[in-house]
């Protein structure tokens, strides 16, 4: 199946952090609580006592961070196969993930969405993937700039995914200079991790942000603002980046927005 390689291509990245990062180390949870994003409480449980901007800590109470999780491949375990990330976004029907295009090009089928999984518990259920929306320009060349996608997830117990662990609303004109949180699962790991710190703009399609760890199975992981919307996900350029200290993102802006409606307009529970 086509994930397979995503998975591997995060995985190998060894390149170095850059040296700049330095300076962020010396910053103090003072300050964290400041740039943190979200309510105080959930601010709190994101950043961690002393974490520094730029440094990764992993989350194993995971109610802070119910609306990211993991995608696997079969049974949902300690040992299972999870190789991407994804967080809920804002929907009429509010059964809408977003990750990235390379997570998600090939069949759904045997995969599934598990929002706040940790420690080989999947404490919101389990959700199966339904539809997948792609942009044109990622199906027919894989451009970086389009490294998105939305995906549907069928109801569970006659419930809505938003309605059990709510959702993120979809920022497509975010200044690329922010402070963002950074939540994903790396292959590797039975809980996520998460990361605050500043994105930089690496090119005019392209975002950039250091948080340390960011390997394989974090792709597709939601770049998220103090307004508790996401911007990006990890993605883009070399489909996440070349080192798993530093990732990238595909800027969102209005092709993402129009792929967005494109996936409203095509999911299947509206027509039900």
Known sequence: MSFRPSRYLRAVRTRAVPGRLGRNTVLTVSWLAVLAIGSTASASGLTGGGTALGGSHAVHDTRATSAVGAIFHGTVSSSG?????????????????????????????????????HDGRAPYGVWRLGDVTLDPRWTRDQDPDADVAFATVLP????????????????????????????????????????????????ATQLRIVCAAYS?????????????????????????????????????????????????TQDPANRS
Not at 81 to 104: K, R
Not at 172 to 179: V, Y
């Open 81 to 117: 196969d999870h190789f991407c990330s994804a967080g809920v976004v804002d929907s009429p029907q509010g059964d809408m993930i977003v990750t990235a295009a390379h997570c998600l090009s090939g069949s759904t089928a045997g995969l599934s969405f598990v929002p706040g999984y």
């Open 156 to 203: 569970l117990g006659g419930r809505r995914l938003q309605d059990v662990v709510g959702g993120f609303g979809l920022e497509t004109d975010h200044a690329p200079s922010a402070t963002i949180r950074l939540t994903g699962y790396p292959s590797d790991a039975d809980a996520p991790l998460t990361c605050v710190n500043r994105i930089t703009a690496y090119s």
């Open 216 to 264: 394989g199975g974090t792709s597709g992981s939601p770049w998220v603002t103090r307004q508790n919307t996401v911007m990006g996900v990890i993605g883009g350029y070399e489909q996440g980046g070349d080192t798993p200290d530093v990732s990238y993102s595909a800027v969102f802006g209005d092709a993402v927005a129009t792929l967005y409606q494109d996936a409203v």
